[in-house]
């Protein structure tokens, strides 16, 4: 079964991947309404960056996060001047590193949501004196609340399963940094086959039954659309 190092990694994760996924719909909701609404020239520029974790190695933008957040760079000395303790290395760096990591999992579905929203339902409630931030909360989200749903969902399975960018700007402390895949890859390299089992299912299952709400709100969305 699980151990109680294991237990301490499993709930190391998924509060990882609670306060990533938070903080990635607080900060990307209005980048993907700026995404979807904006008529810029040059928006492709920021789509690009946006995507780029999607196709960047793991390790690559890991290595760049930890160069960043070294005490002898700029955001690193900040930080550890506010705090008292470096960014590298720290969970909070972990959750830094995490929102990058997943950022096109949750900008994207709220970007594909937003657009589907289309003008219309914006204009008419413009007709009746709705200002834009009163059109934006009372008209667009409702109507993109499954995308909400689905970002939320896809930011927060994508977190569970980090293994490059944590490793390389959070190592392996116990407790501190250590999360479910670390620990089972350490698992593996000291032949602990029975505790990496345990886990690995932990992670399939709960991986699983979140992108079985995921295709299960998509699926009811478009039936009530018919």
């Not at 294991?6 to 509060?15: E, G, P, R, V």
């Not at 720290?90 to 003008?119: D, E, H, T, W």
């Not at 930011?155 to 620990?183: C, D, K, R, Y």
């Not at 299952?205 to 995921?214: A, G, K, P």
Request: proline fraction near 6%; aromatic fraction near 10%; glycine fraction near 6%.
């Amino acid at each position: 079964m699980f151990s109680e190092s294991d237990i301490t990694a499993l709930l190391l994760t998924l509060k990882l991947a609670g306060l990533s996924t938070l903080v990635l719909i607080l900060l990307g909701t209005p980048l993907a309404w700026w995404l979807a609404k904006s008529r810029w020239r040059f928006k492709f520029l920021i789509e690009a960056l946006v995507a780029l974790p999607l196709v960047l190695p793991p390790t690559v933008l890991g290595f760049y996060l930890l160069v960043a957040f070294s005490p002898n760079s700029a955001v690193g000395r900040l930080f550890e001047s506010l705090v008292g303790q470096p960014l590298a290395f720290s969970f909070v760096g972990l959750v830094v590193g995490s929102v990058v990591y997943s950022l096109p999992f949750v900008i994207q579905p709220l970007q594909n949501a937003f657009s589907a929203v289309g003008r219309r339902p914006l204009e008419v409630a413009a007709t009746l004196r709705a200002t834009p931030f009163d059109r934006f909360i009372s008209v667009a989200v409702p109507l993109a609340k499954p995308g909400f749903l689905s970002a939320a969902i896809l930011g927060f399975a994508h977190t569970l399963g980090e293994f490059g960018v944590v490793l390389m700007i959070g190592g392996n402390i116990p407790g501190e940094t250590q999360v479910a895949s670390i620990a089972i890859y350490e698992h593996v390299e000291s032949m602990q086959l029975a505790n990496a089992h345990w886990l690995s299912a932990a992670l399939l299952l709960i991986s699983f039954c979140l992108l079985v709400l995921v295709y299960a709100t998509n699926a009811k969305s478009r039936v009530l659309r018919l």
